[in-house]
């Protein structure tokens, strides 16, 4: 029995999604702790493939019991159409998902303030994914938010949502100089998706704990990566919540003592998506071919991600602020075509050098990452599952980040299939 985190030791899409899919096998809560429907998490299995947003990478896998925790902004529309496009595919989700009533609800007027503020911000805009994700967790905060428990008991919504609409189409028609919302009209569209999501609410700070009470085992699956975290990531070019080792904690109601690992997920470059500084980019021909060979395409927004060379300032960051235990390794196999691979070791901010990763953003902005060539192995490693088949350089290529980073690589992804991974050390216990 162990209780793991996975998250993304960047800035997201590392393929947490693959590998919560992987170990789910080993594990029987799969809870997602943070963010709403802007992740978007791919999983293949043979042919088929699956791109989940708001419910866990634990949902291919029958007898498991996927848990959206009360961190977790939810959409319900969103969620009733992953639902629909699960269950036509032949995957039931009825018996197998439990969600917080104490989730906060994503709803239209959320996801418009979202659209609306960023074209406000012109050329400072975050590059969101526009789902509402943001301006929900500012009513959590200020403690307006409309929870999934509230649908259950409709005068107490109905009162909330005719008073936050007072609000909310204040902003939308005189600051925003857009349409606002008809409250009859979202009332009864919020609470027909309400029918369809009461059954599955439930305490689940509660269900977990006596899970882990009777020895089962809980694998956390963090969305976005640590550097979007919005305490500890390049803020404001962050999400609204924390990505980080604490979100896994305040975003599912168990206590730190319940945490046996932290696994930090890096791809063996960068990647970026929406605006914000990003020291190792490459915007020229050899992100070009990144980009190209790991189909670096947003799972969300299909958007093209930003990528850049692996930086082991950032990753070293993200072992810090999460305590990482252990580093899985991902799509190795992109970098098969480089003669040499350039690694970044330290920034040079104006004439200082550094090798931790800068507190304010202004000096990762100015950052010029200081790079080491590192041979590389022009072969093919896609679908390796052996360590020993690794070539000597690849090998090097892994010990290398070991060193710097100072957190063991404990598995390799070489390919987006289950199968295509390398285990070097198991990280759940034999007898699990
Ligand atoms: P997540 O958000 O962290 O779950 O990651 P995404 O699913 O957004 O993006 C990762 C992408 O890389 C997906 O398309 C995966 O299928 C793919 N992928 C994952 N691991 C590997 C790998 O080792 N090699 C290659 N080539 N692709 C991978
Ligand atoms: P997964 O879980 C990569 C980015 C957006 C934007 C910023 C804020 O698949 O790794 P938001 O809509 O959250 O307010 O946007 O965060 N972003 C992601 N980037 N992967 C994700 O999720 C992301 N979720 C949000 O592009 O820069
Ligand atoms: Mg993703």
């Not at 866990?56 to 496009?85: F, M, R, S, W, Y």
């Not at 009859?184 to 700070?205: A, C, F, H, K, N």
């Not at 252990?326 to 050098?353: A, F, N, Q, S, W």
């Amino acid at each position: 029995m162990a209780n793991i985190i996975i998250l993304g030791a960047q800035w997201g899409d590392e393929g947490k999604g693959k590998l919560v899919d992987l170990l789910t096998e080993q594990a029987d809560c799969i809870v997602r702790y943070q963010g709403g429907h802007n992740a978007g998490h791919t999983l293949v299995v043979g042919e088929e493939k699956f791109v989940l947003h708001l419910i866990p990478a634990g949902i291919l896998h029958p007898g498991k019991t996927c848990v959206i925790g009360n961190g977790i902004a939810l959409d319900p529309q969103a969620l009733i159409e992953e639902i629909d496009d699960l269950s036509r595919r032949g995957i039931p989700v009825e018996s197998n998902l439990k969600i917080s009533d104490a989730c906060h609800l994503i709803l239209p007027y959320h996801r418009a303030i979202d659209k609306e503020s960023e074209k406000l911000k012109g050329t400072r805009r975050i590059g969101t994914t526009g789902r509402g994700i943001g301006p929900a967790y500012v009513d959590k905060m200020a403690r307006i938010g409309i929870r999934a428990g509230d649908l259950a008991h409709p005068k107490i919504f109905r009162e909330k949502l005719s008073q936050n609409l007072q609000e909310m189409n204040y902003l939308m028609e005189k600051l925003f100089r857009a349409h606002g919302l008809d409250l009859e009209s979202l009332y009864s569209e919020v609470m027909t998706q309400g029918e369809r999501i009461l059954p599955y609410l439930t305490d689940t700070s509660l269900y977990l704990w006596e899970e882990a009470r009777k020895g089962s085992s809980i694998l956390f699956e963090g969305a976005q990566g640590t550097l979007l975290d919005v305490d500890h990531g390049t803020y404001p070019f962050v999400t609204s919540s924390n990505a980080s080792a604490g979100g896994a904690l305040t975003g599912t109601g168990l206590g730190p003592t319940m945490i046996d690992k932290v696994l930090g997920v890096t791809k063996a470059y960068t990647t970026r998506v929406g605006s914000g500084p990003f020291p190792t980019e490459q915007t020229g021909p050899e992100g070009e071919r990144l980009r190209e060979r790991g189909q670096e395409f947003g799972a969300t927004t299909g958007r093209a991600r930003r990528c850049g060379w692996f930086d082991a300032v950032a990753v070293r960051y993200a072992a810090r602020i999460n305590g990482l235990t252990g580093i899985i390794l991902t799509k190795i196999d992109v970098l098969d075509h480089l003669e040499t691979i350039p690694v970044c070791t330290g920034y040079r901010i104006g004439t200082r050098m550094v090798t931790e990763f800068p507190h304010h953003i202004e000096d990762v902005a100015n950052a010029k990452p200081v790079y080491e060539a590192l041979p590389g192995w022009k072969a093919t490693t896609r679908g390796i599952r052996r360590w020993e088949e690794l070539p000597k350089e690849a090998q090097e290529y892994v010990r290398w980040i070991e060193r710097q980073v100072g957190v063991p690589v404990i598995m390799i992804s070489t390919g987006s299939e289950r199968s295509e991974t390398i285990t070097i050390q198991e990280p759940f216990p034999a007898s699990s």
